[in-house]
């Protein structure tokens, strides 16, 4: 795709956008670099989202000033990034980022750019004009500025078009773009899912066999892409995309091998239905906790290899640590789940067994562990595909709706002995825990 030499310039009463909807934060920003003597605008993900009638989450301004032009401008500005220089401006907990334009990377003048010789940009501090930022973005949606003084809308790149269309088109050869940023290809299925566009053909052709090239991401960027992906209202699409394109199996590995080996589907509706629960309890304003979806994505690797090795435990409990140590250390290469994360995870995956022990005061000792309830939800999925018995499952939904002395009485040896509360449960078999 070449470059135009003039933009297309659009007003926003012809777009149909309001300037009462643009954050009011953003709009200063802009205002104060302006009155400075630069060019500042709101650009990408927040004037598309715009466009389709959506509240950005986010608004980012892109100007001419440099980083520390704008830090002399802004008390309340804070500097970060090596790769890219940014400027973060603080409102409060409210965070607008501020870039300067960038240039291509081969410029001379000011060169601070450093690629990989994959082609991976490394360090990317070549600043440039409007022009040269708009061709550098990724999709011709998200390099679209918006101009708040003038109420515009410009576009370099056949942006509106594209919008108009619902397609997704990166600028440029698709192989080397991917090859300069590689988290492109899981911004493409994002993209896909939360706007309903789809992925121009030619944009799409590469994805699959660029797939590799996620292993050579930081495990850090990786976390926070993942977040994205899946903690929101189009999850299960989401996963289903990054199957298609490889791009699973670069992220988990580990899962998706064990998902291939798997002698049914059992595992992958498992993962599928968590994906469905979160977009359910999403779209109900309801919390959501990423440790748990993540304890999902990993159960199957965890699960296998506690069963591989169990004769070298002394317990069920013993073989899930082990191999929850060992399915976490290697996912943590990929990704940089962090701790905070990964110790939930382990402690849902290794209450599991106990959900098989029915008699005695541990039981009731149970209901107060402070990861039962999450347990208990991660327990109840695994019945639905027949990983635990779901009588097991009724027996211990039923326990939590008992007062304290009916729940004694139904932990007693004797009462669980004679079946005297409810059916009792069948011996859980090895596969169960």
């Not at 470059?3 to 200063?28: C, F, I």
């Not at 500097?79 to 300067?100: C, D, Y």
């Not at 209450?351 to 008699?359: D, E």
Request: aromatic residues 8%; contains cysteine; proline residues 5%.
């Amino acid at each position: 795709m070449s470059t135009q030499h003039k933009p297309t310039t659009y007003t926003l009463n012809e777009l149909g956008l309001s300037a009462d909807k643009l954050d009011r934060h953003a709009v200063s920003i802009t205002d104060r670099l302006v009155k400075a003597g630069f060019q500042a605008y709101l650009v990408g993900g927040c004037v598309r989202d715009l466009l389709l009638g959506m509240h950005p989450k986010d608004f980012d301004v892109s100007t001419n000033a440099e980083p520390e032009e704008i830090q002399a401008l802004f008390k309340n500005c804070r500097l970060i990034g090596r790769r890219f220089r940014l400027a973060h401006i603080h409102f409060g907990r409210h965070v607008i980022e501020v870039a300067t334009f960038r240039g291509p990377h081969i410029k001379h003048d000011k060169n601070d750019s450093h690629a990989h010789k994959d082609g991976r940009l490394l360090r990317d501090n070549v600043y440039g004009t409007l022009e040269e930022d708009a061709w550098r973005r990724d999709f011709t949606v998200n390099a679209l500025y918006l101009d708040p003084k003038k109420k515009t809308v410009i576009d370099y790149v056949g942006g509106i078009e594209d919008h108009q269309n619902r397609v997704l088109r990166l600028m440029g050869d698709p192989t080397t773009r991917f090859k300069e940023d590689p988290v492109r290809l899981i911004r493409a299925v994002r993209f896909k899912a939360k706007l309903n566009f789809q992925i121009d053909a030619h944009t799409a052709e590469p994805m699959k066999r660029m797939a590799p090239l996620l292993k050579d991401i930081p495990a850090a960027r990786l976390y926070d892409e993942i977040l994205k992906l899946f903690l929101n209202t189009q999850a299960s699409q989401v996963f289903e995309m990054l199957r298609q394109y490889d791009l699973f199996k670069a992220l988990f590995p580990q899962t998706e091998l064990c998902l291939q080996k798997a002698e049914s589907d059992s595992p992958l509706l498992l993962i599928k239905q968590a994906m469905e629960n979160t977009e359910a309890r999403l779209k109900n304003q309801q919390h959501v906790t990423p440790y748990f979806l993540l304890a999902t994505l990993l159960w199957e690797p965890v699960r296998r290899l506690s069963e591989q090795n169990r004769s070298s435990f002394s317990s069920d409990t013993q073989a899930i640590h082990a191999a929850a140590n060992e399915v976490v250390a290697h996912q943590v290469s990929r990704i940089a789940i962090p701790k905070r994360m990964t110790t939930p995870m382990r402690e849902v995956w290794a209450l599991q067994p106990r959900f098989h022990k029915q008699v005695g005061v541990r039981c009731l000792r149970f209901l107060e562990h402070p990861r039962f309830r999450a347990a208990y939800d991660f327990m109840l999925l695994r019945s639905q595909y027949s990983e635990v018995d779901p009588a097991i499952a009724d027996w211990w939904t039923h326990l939590q709706t008992l007062e304290p002395a009916e729940q004694k009485l139904m932990t007693r040896p004797s009462q669980f002995k004679h079946k005297k509360s409810r059916k009792k449960a069948p011996k859980p078999s090895a596969s169960d825990s």
